[in-house]
């Protein structure tokens, strides 16, 4: 059985940082390209940041400088470090396990910036 679990979210003021967790089990963790996406209230899902199986990554424009993603096979855990928060960063959170057609989704962690 697959699961991603994500953990790390939480509340925070404007500028500040918090680190996200995701853990996987049931999947050849290495083959697969790790994602974060995010949705807000009444907004369509999107991507934030995504690192492949040969660690290259990509970004969304919005979080481009101020987001990191990374990933430890051994651990078979994906991280995304947030810096420099913003109110417009707040959403839910979720982890997403992806390999040629395979898509794995965990459950979400909210990320809430005060202004």
């Known amino acids: 059985q697959v699961q991603l679990v994500e953990s790390g979210g939480g509340l925070v003021q404007t500028g500040g940082s918090l680190r996200l967790s995701c853990a996987a089990s049931g999947i050849i963790f290495r083959r697969y390209a790790m994602g974060w996406y995010r949705q807000a209230p009444g907004k369509q899902r999107e991507l934030v940041a995504v690192?492949?199986?040969?660690?290259?990554?990509n970004y969304a424009d919005s979080v481009k400088g101020r987001f990191t993603i990374s990933r430890d096979n051994a651990k078979n855990t994906v991280y995304m470090q947030m810096n420099s928060l913003k109110p417009e960063d707040t959403a839910v959170y979720y982890c997403?396990?992806?390999?040629?057609?395979?898509?794995?989704w965990g459950q979400g962690t909210q990320v809430t910036v005060s202004s």
């Open positions: 997403n396990a992806h390999y040629v057609m395979l898509d794995y």
């Open positions: 690192i492949t199986s040969g660690e290259n990554t």
